[in-house]
């Protein structure tokens, strides 16, 4: 084996590449599931009363005010290629005044050699709100306060994510398994973080009850990630066969019921907003929609389900990779307006009070 890439740091490094290649050129959508956005029809409004032009999609995000209701997702980081993905990422949040999210910073915390493909976000995106990033088996080993900072520091971070991601570990060929004590090393660090945590799934999503246990635990925004885009046990399968071969490691039938496992963003965002309107004492807390988002139309179906707004990733990159990642956002966003003008929506808030109905799904 090549000793340079068997070290921790190099494994990292060679993780977060392969990656971005799989998500470009792999087949890891979900199949057989959707977000559930699909079985949803938002209420046509024939008399609007209101001027398209007057439309307004700026919001909030923990307090700032952002351009439009959509983040771009946490994704790289950490090897030198990714500074030119993430300053892209962030001259496109920048242009719209969007927030967005870097990829794991382990990597940062295990040596300084590729800080700077962090530290660009920052520099292209001095004025929207910047997020860190680091993976729930890192919160439950114990995260100490230096190492927060170093994360926090190079990107003067707005906020901290912390992805609870089981299902991808357990397909990683390196993954970590242990999330023993997860929830205590959480509130430990929600206690000494000086900005908000934000809790987020990469795909798999979040339920109610698990919401619960995150907000306890002190985090401000939950961002459901949840399964209908890219399964991340697909991803690490793919790496997983490239190191081991075809090996089974679950029987066929399990396995394709796990590379499709998850909660439908859709059902997370009922969920939690159910949580929400049951516990008065959670009513700040924000909820975003991400996980399979793919027009603007998703957004607004997520933001008539409780979401304060959406985030995306791997519709991100490809747009990117092709050449295409300003135009998709606008295209996105012109589909939320269409949206607002057929409801009647002079703003998003006033697009949350409007009516969705369930369309007929076919009886199993
Ligand atoms: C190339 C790539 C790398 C990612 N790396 C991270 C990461 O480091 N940290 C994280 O929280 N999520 C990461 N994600 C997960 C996304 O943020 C997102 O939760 C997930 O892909 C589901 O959203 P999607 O269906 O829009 O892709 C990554 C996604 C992509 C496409």
Not at 63 to 74: E, K, Y
Not at 306 to 334: D, F, R, V, Y
Request: one cysteine or more; charged letters at 20%.
């Amino acid at each position: 084996m090549n000793e340079k890439l068997s070290t921790p740091s190099n494994i990292t490094i060679e993780r977060k590449l392969n990656h971005v290649e799989i998500c470009l050129h792999g087949n890891v959508s979900f199949e057989g599931k959707n977000t559930g956005f699909e079985h949803y029809s938002i209420e046509h409004q024939a008399v609007p009363e209101i001027n398209y032009a007057d439309i307004n999609l700026t919001t909030t995000l923990l307090g700032r005010t952002i351009g439009s209701p959509l983040m771009i997702s946490s994704m790289t980081g950490g090897y030198h290629e990714a500074a030119t993905l993430n300053r892209q990422f962030a001259q496109a949040a920048e242009h719209f005044r969007i927030p967005l999210g870097v990829g794991s910073m382990r990597q940062a915390l295990e040596n300084n050699e590729h800080r700077e493909s962090f530290a660009v976000v920052r520099k292209a995106a001095p004025s929207v709100p910047v997020f860190a990033n680091i993976g729930a088996p890192e919160v439950a080993a114990g995260l100490e306060g230096s190492q927060i900072e170093t994360m926090l520091d190079l990107i003067q971070a707005d906020g901290l994510i912390v992805h609870i991601n089981a299902a991808q570990e357990l397909f990683q060929p390196e993954g970590n398994t242990n999330f023993h004590g997860f929830l205590d090393q959480l509130a430990s660090l929600t206690a000494k973080t000086p900005v908000p945590v934000i809790a987020k799934e990469v795909g798999c999503g979040i339920s109610g009850e698990a919401a619960r246990l995150l907000i306890e635990a002190g985090v401000k925004v939950i961002d459901v990630a949840g399964a209908g885009g890219t399964s991340w046990q697909k991803v690490e399968e793919v790496r997983y066969t490239k190191r081991f071969g075809a090996e089974n490691r679950f029987s066929p039938e399990g396995l394709d019921e796990l590379l499709n496992w998850g909660i439908p963003t859709s059902e997370c965002l009922s969920e939690i907003s159910k949580l929400k309107k049951d516990h008065p004492q959670y009513q700040s807390i924000e909820i975003i929609a991400s996980g399979g988002i793919r027009s603007g139309i998703d957004i607004a179906k997520a933001i008539l389900l409780g979401a304060s707004m959406a985030a995306s990733a791997g519709m991100l990159l490809k747009a990117l990779h092709e050449g295409k990642l300003l135009q998709t956002i606008e295209l996105w966003l012109n589909d939320l307006k269409a949206v607002m003008f057929l409801t009647g929506s002079l703003s998003l808030e006033q697009l949350q009070t409007k009516r969705m109905t369930l369309k007929h799904r076919p009886t199993l």
